[in-house]
């Protein structure tokens, strides 16, 4: 199966035998079964007993899938329908703020911000306002744009206990009514997209205004369900269904191509080599488009959350886990931190991101576009053959392995394929490192620890409540009660 995508490898400087014995490596860790049980319905989270069925919200050939007897497919194309009658129903209303963190932010956040350049908004009066920060200075920002008797809240959480996004919520549902929105039409105003509808109706929503999703979609990969509602907001639903399309197209591909083509392999294959060769710690990914700004910062959580763990499948500590993901669109990265890429002692591999067709239609635009991909293929080329010069700090060693991938232009469809190149990628990695990439036990911790400060900040006069925290945090706590004390002494 073809992909829409083209990958060029032709500087990681890995040889036919290595990449040979590569391949030989994913033989032998089952990694066609395991790809093969993904989009069948194993249980591939082993630790949560779960399926991780993400491909199966993009299987626009609406095939059946069953998990547990159950044809899901029946489940996804209700929660289509239900998106297609809320593109009508909206579409008079200004403003939409969306309201989540990690997976059920970054995804849309980064598609409709990647869209917005290029793509015809179906709705042009409407504004998609993302809200995830408990920073309030987020949440004023937006109230000072949005018009509140046209606007509209989608809270979305997978548990509907997400403590930022509720209180983001409570924070937007209080400013709607001090701004004179009555508490008589606020169930008409919120939505939820969450797993867990009875939270989400012990909070107040009603039941047809909460579009489900479900314990087999992690979070990360949760754009491609109802979380993805924004994107089918302001673009429309055929463009959202495009979305969903590309996505399909590269499952298709990563399921059914052989291993030397199959493109989320090869590119999980090379940096695994290099973590192994080279001791590589870090990954750049730049993409030469603008609008692809939010591009590494969505593939941060979604690589970064998914591999970086300390145990494997046999709980026993690992050599390998996910690389740090950085990066920013060319050419900016170019007069930031590529000094690091050419002349670091540290090898880092780097994933260059290019758009074969220009990206405006200003009158300059070829112009622009040819200048933009001058730059990224010197770049490439710079960084494997490198520079000699009698002056050591004028010289670039070379040997900087680095990846090609090319779109054909940047709207829903290749959008879609890029992003399921690298959750497939992701996947391909976990197996390499025998690592489950789809739970994310390390993130709790924090969560708990914060639940007794955040006490005791509410209740400074209660020293009872300090007393069970870190001797440093007690510390930090007395310093900062002591300081606003004394700025609220002042004249």
């Not at 990066?327 to 170019?334: E, L």
């Not at 990846?403 to 829903?412: E, M, R, S, T, V």
Request: hydrophobic share 40%; net charge negative; glycine share 4%.
């Amino acid at each position: 199966m073809k992909s829409p995508l083209i990958l060029d490898q032709q500087f990681q400087n890995i040889s036919l035998q290595k990449w040979q014995s590569l391949f030989e490596l994913a033989k032998s860790l089952e990694l066609e079964k395991k790809r093969s049980e993904l989009f069948h319905a194993k249980k591939m989270n082993v630790r949560e007993d779960r399926a991780v069925l993400h491909t199966a919200l993009r299987n626009i050939k609406q095939s059946p899938i069953f998990l547990d007897n159950q044809n899901i497919t029946l489940e996804i194309t209700k929660v289509w329908e239900q998106i297609k009658v809320l593109c009508q129903a909206l579409e008079e209303v200004t403003d939409i703020i969306h309201i989540g963190i990690g997976g059920s932010d970054l995804g849309p956040r980064m598609v409709c911000d990647t869209l917005h350049h290029n793509t015809p908004s179906a709705h042009p009066k409407l504004k998609v306002h993302f809200l995830s920060n408990i920073d309030s200075a987020e949440a004023a920002a937006i109230f000072r744009q949005v018009k509140p008797h046209n606007t509209r809240i989608i809270v979305v959480s997978k548990t509907f206990a997400t403590s930022e996004t509720l209180q983001n919520t409570k924070s937007v549902i209080a400013w709607l009514i001090s701004q004179g929105v009555q508490r008589s039409d606020l169930n008409e105003r919120i939505y939820a997209v969450t797993a867990n509808t009875k939270a989400a109706i012990d909070f107040g929503i009603s039941t047809d205004h909460i579009l489900p999703f479900w314990d087999w979609v992690g979070g990360r990969f949760s754009v491609w369900s109802a979380v993805g509602l924004p994107i089918a907001l302001q673009f429309g639903f055929e463009t959202y269904h495009s979305f969903l399309a590309g996505a399909n197209a590269l499952d298709e591909h990563f399921l059914q191509a052989p291993l030397p083509e199959n493109q989320p392999l090869l590119l999980a294959l090379a940096l695994f080599a290099h973590q192994q060769q080279s001791h590589t710690t870090s990954q750049a990914v730049i993409p030469y488009a603008q609008a692809l700004n939010l591009f590494p910062s969505w593939l941060q959580q979604l690589e970064m959350e998914s591999n970086g763990k300390t145990c494997g499948n046999d709980d026993q500590p690992v050599s390998l886990s996910s690389v740090v993901i950085f990066g920013v669109p060319g050419t900016n990265a170019q007069h930031s931190f590529f000094q690091m890429l050419h002349q670091s002692p540290e090898i880092i591999p780097i994933d260059l991101i290019a758009i074969q067709e220009p990206m405006s239609n200003l009158p300059q635009a070829l112009q622009h576009h040819q200048q933009l991909l001058a730059n990224c293929l010197a770049q490439s080329e710079a960084f494997s053959t490198g520079y000699q010069a009698d002056d050591p700090n004028k010289a670039s060693t070379g040997n900087r392995p680095n990846n090609l991938i090319w779109l054909k232009k940047l709207d829903a469809f290749h959008l879609g394929a890029l992003m399921a190149l690298y959750e497939h990628r992701t996947f391909c990695l976990g197996i390499l490192y025998d690592i489950n990439s789809f739970d994310q036990p390390g993130v709790e911790l924090g969560k708990i620890l914060a639940k007794p400060i955040q006490l005791a900040l509410e209740n400074p006069q209660e020293p009872s409540l300090q007393s069970t925290l870190h001797p440093v945090t007690q510390a930090r706590l007395h310093w900062l009660y002591q300081a606003n004390t004394n700025k609220n002494s002042l004249p």
